[in-house]
């Protein structure tokens, strides 16, 4: 995916202003315009510079996108950073159902992608609900099983009275049930924007990822986790303690250790109406061979299969 420049195509610098931005846009929406230009790509270019506009001009996606950093310009295969937008809090004011780039979507499609909350042609209702704010944050896993208390900072933007974009950041001390999983949203009422004419203001929507963790991934409810099993235990099988989410636990490993082997513990996995499960993914480690007693150990292996070939096994 290429990195979109958006001060380029605007053909403004990273400092403009609010108001250079604004001029700079109606400038080429003139120019190339359907409307207007007979060029054969006057859409796809129209397109585009809705696109620039619609995040350069919005306080909130702009100090998103400039987190990015200048290092991402110049083109060429571009991926955003996992969770790069954790802590950003985005409103659903001035959001619209436009087709925009992979890029767009990629930075902004969740925040960007649902439809206006404003009222439809005519006059502005007197009372109106205040829009939706989301944000993405990051939690532990261990958070997920047994509920937390966390405060979380929220970075956003605004424009103060002269057009210039302030950021600001605002804490929050959040609840965090029990069970929650990557992906499920927590609903904090009114804490969205204000109201108008009396109408309640509207709500925060907080979208959960866990932090990455070299224990345990999580796929919905259920959770893995590697664990390191000696080449006796593997081969012969054992009884060994493991200290999972839930805390420490007894598991019987079977004889015979083979390539992409899991133990499924039932119901171990992130709590819920129905818990998901822990699933422990068996990997072989071997000591080192650091002494003359465990290089012995290993002449006296090497001595005991002769005919074991692993490359020949692997395939390689």
Do not use: C
């Amino acid at each position: 995916m290429e990195f979109k420049d958006y001060y380029k195509t605007l053909g403004v610098a990273r400092t403009a202003t609010p108001d250079e931005i604004k001029k700079a846009y109606r400038k080429l929406a003139r120019q190339h315009h359907p409307d207007v230009s007979k060029a054969a790509d006057a859409t796809d270019r129209m397109v585009e510079l809705n696109e620039a506009n619609a995040v350069l001009s919005d306080p909130e996606k702009r100090v998103a996108y400039d987190t990015l950093g200048s290092e991402a310009q110049g083109g060429g295969d571009f991926r955003p950073p996992p969770n790069w937008d954790a802590g950003f809090e985005f409103s659903d004011a001035g959001a619209d159902n436009v087709l925009h780039s992979d890029f767009f979507e990629q930075l902004f499609g969740r925040a960007a992608g649902r439809a206006a909350q404003g009222p439809g042609r005519g006059r502005e209702p007197l009372s109106r609900r205040g829009s939706d704010h989301h944000a993405k944050i990051e939690l532990d896993i261990l958070d997920a099983y047994a509920g937390a208390e966390r405060t979380i900072a929220l970075r956003s933007a605004r424009m103060d009275d002269e057009g210039r974009v302030v950021n600001e950041t605002r804490n929050l001390q959040v609840s965090i049930p029990k069970g929650v999983y990557e992906g499920q949203h927590i609903r904090l009422a009114g804490r969205g924007s204000p109201g108008s004419g009396g109408a309640p203001a509207g709500d925060l929507l907080l979208e959960v990822l866990f932090k990455a963790d070299a224990r345990w991934r999580t796929e919905g409810r259920d959770v893995y986790q590697r664990v390191p099993v000696s080449p006796w235990e593997a081969s012969l099988g054992a009884t060994a303690v493991v200290q999972t989410p839930s805390g420490e636990t007894e598991v019987s490993l079977p004889a015979g250790w083979r390539a992409g082997r899991k133990l499924r513990l039932k119901g171990r996995g992130i709590p819920g109406s129905a818990p998901g499960d822990l699933y422990l993914e068996l990997e072989i480690a071997l000591p080192p061979a650091d002494s003359d007693d465990a290089r012995a150990a290993y002449a006296a292996m090497a001595k005991a299969f002769p005919a074991f070939e692993p490359r020949q096994r692997s395939g390689a």
